[in-house]
């Protein structure tokens, strides 16, 4: 199985204050995941995107933030075969730990052989 499970936000997007329909795309990124995608790739993205702002609330996030990252998603043509929204917010002091994970910086400029030797 072929499969990329990409963050969007602060992977995809760059970092800023500005709403979420106006964040810039990290190019590289998306450039990564054409290449990814061209290799034959399923890419499903996901996002804690407002899982704080709505209290966790799934059919809130879906009806309010989900139409926004697709416009922004397609806006900015990222490659995507399905959207994840709830991943759970690890709060400003936490972090995520999955034994398959590399960083936005090892995604973009390690080949697939390099990676699959970090995970």
């Known amino acids: ?23 810039l795309p990290n190019l590289q990124v998306v450039n990564k995941l054409n290449h990814y995608k061209e290799m034959g790739f399923e890419i499903i993205l996901f996002t804690s995107r407002n899982m704080r702002t709505y209290k966790n609330d799934l059919s809130k996030i879906n009806k309010f933030t989900l139409p926004i990252v697709i416009d922004w ?37 390690l080949d697939y052989d390099a990676i699959k030797k970090i995970i």
């Not at 969007?8 to 500005?18: C, V």
Request: proline letters at 7%; hydrophobic letters at 35%.
């Open 1 to 23: 199985m072929k499969k990329l499970i990409v963050d969007i936000d602060l992977t995809i997007t760059l970092p800023g204050k500005e709403e979420y329909k106006n964040k």
């Open 73 to 109: 998603l397609d806006k900015n043509k990222v490659p995507y075969d399905g959207i994840l929204m709830g991943k759970p917010w690890c709060g400003t002091e936490g972090f995520y730990v999955d034994d398959k994970a590399i960083r936005p910086s090892e995604f973009i400029n």
